[in-house]
Structures are given as structure tokens and as C-alpha cells.
């Protein structure tokens, strides 16, 4: 059975960092890119960042400006987004998703919430 865990979500203030944290279990994690998204309240899901099965490409969505990293460690089956000088804007649930690019197989985790307020 595969499972996706976030984990690591949180109220921070504005200016603030945070580190959320992906793991995986019954997939084969190095087949698998994996990607960030988050949904705000009103507004599409949108792409965060992204990592390829080997770690060597990561690709970020617009809005983040520098101010995040992707990461993944094969060891532990994991992804990580750490998150520098959060906005109130970033408020959203974060999602981790693990696509196997060609076979049309995707797995999603149940979202961790972050909040960026004074």
C-alpha cells in the first residue's frame, strides 16, 4: 500500500521559515518525481516546486523567487520544501504528489497546512 505524509506545516510569522517534510513508503521512491503543490481557499491548486527522480532538476513555480528548496533524500523516501521569508501569501495547504512520469500513476498526500501570520 503506498502512503504520502506530510508533515511539518505550522503558523509562522511573516519573514519566517519552515521545513515540510514528504514521506513515502511502498513505492519505489527513485522512479518517482515529485512535486509540491498548494491550494489557498478560493483559488486553484497550484505547482510549488519540483524534483526529478535523480534530484539533478528542480524546477520552482514563479512566485517563489528564490525563497524555497526542493530536496529529496532516497535513504529515507523523502522530499522536502524548505520555505524562507514566508509571506501571508504562501498561507495554503501544501500538498506532496509522487509522479511516475509515462506510466500514468500519481499518488497524492493528504496536505499539511501553513499559515504565515503576524
Known amino acids: 500500500q503506498v502512503q504520502v505524509v506530510e508533515s511539518g506545516g505550522g503558523l509562522v510569522q511573516p519573514g519566517g521559515s519552515l521545513r515540510l517534510s514528504c514521506t513515502t513508503s511502498g513505492l519505489i521512491f527513485g522512479h518517482f518525481v515529485m512535486r509540491w503543490y498548494r491550494q489557498a481557499p478560493g483559488k486553484e491548486r497550484e505547482l510549488v516546486a519540483r524534483i526529478d527522480e535523480t534530484g539533478s532538476r528542480k524546477t520552482y513555480g514563479d512566485f517563489v523567487k528564490g525563497r524555497f528548496t526542493v530536496s529529496r533524500d532516497s535513504v529515507k523516501k523523502s522530499v522536502y520544501l524548505q520555505m524562507n521569508n514566508l509571506e501571508p501569501e504562501d498561507s495554503a495547504v501544501y500538498y506532496c504528489?509522487?509522479?511516475?512520469?509515462?506510466?500514468?500513476?500519481?499518488?497524492w498526500g493528504q496536505g499539511t497546512q501553513v499559515t504565515v501570520s503576524s
Open positions: 504528489n509522487a509522479l511516475r512520469m509515462g506510466w500514468r500513476t500519481e499518488y
